[in-house]
């Protein structure tokens, strides 16, 4: 009796990264193309329980829009990931055009400079503001670099998904922040939104002041019987 064929098996390429031995800065880089992950997981998951801000709410949906996008248009272009390296890398059954780090992270960078230009993000000085708006961009950079150093993607594939992620960004930011900001104030009042403490921060200019003024006031309040 034969054996039956060995069922083809394929990678969840979110975590997958490799890097050649011995190789120090592929080895940084590795690391640096998790980023996007860290960046979900961890940012994202820790908002959600101790800010829970509608704006950075909208601010992962974008992301998670963006994703779908992504993977919407690999799977419609087909186009191929670097032949030298595809089986290597064992990430020839995935498509590379646009690159998905490379947009993620353009779209997260693009996203959070205009918030911290234009909303604040909770900072008073104009200048505070332009350095705080900086802040992602040199990660976004080396991702795009890594995804190519590392042979996950050509050049033209990193650059199309760093240039979708930048329009994403920038065209969410305007939908979140001249259409659906109209709306934070019933979330904010609805009966899942006092249920979960979903809040809306945007009309308060220095948040941060806000907040540590209150919490300096509640802490002075003589306590209640």
């Known amino acids: 009796m034969e054996d039956a064929p060995a069922a083809a098996l394929k990678a969840v390429t979110l975590t997958h990264v490799r890097y050649p031995r011995g190789d120090s800065l592929g080895h940084f880089l590795a690391w640096v193309s998790l980023i996007p992950v860290f960046i979900s997981f961890g940012g994202f998951i820790s908002h959600f329980i101790f800010r829970r801000e509608l704006q950075g709410l909208c601010f992962a949906l974008g992301l998670i829009i963006s994703q779908v996008i992504n993977e919407l248009i690999k799977s419609s272009i087909h186009q191929s990931r670097p032949s030298s390296m595809c089986a290597v890398l064992e990430v020839c059954d995935s498509h590379g055009w646009p690159s998905s780090h490379s947009q993620f ?5 693009t996203y959070f400079s205009l918030l911290c230009l234009i909303n604040g993000v909770g900072v008073s000085s104009p200048s505070s503001r332009r350095i705080i708006a900086l802040l992602p961009w040199p990660s976004a950079f080396l991702t795009l670099y890594s995804r190519v150093y590392l042979g996950y993607h050509t050049v033209p594939q990193v650059l199309a998904g760093s240039t979708l992620g930048l329009l994403l960004g920038a065209g969410w930011y305007w939908i979140v922040n001249t259409m659906l900001v109209d709306f934070f104030p019933a979330v904010e009042e609805s ?5 979960l403490h979903i809040k809306d ?3 308060i200019p ?20």
């Open 105 to 109: 992270m353009f779209f997260f960078s």
């Open 201 to 203: 921060s945007t009309h």
């Open 191 to 195: 009966a899942i939104g006092r249920f």
């Open 206 to 225: 220095n948040v941060l002041k806000f907040e540590y003024d209150n919490a300096r006031a509640a802490r002075k309040k003589p306590a209640k019987d």
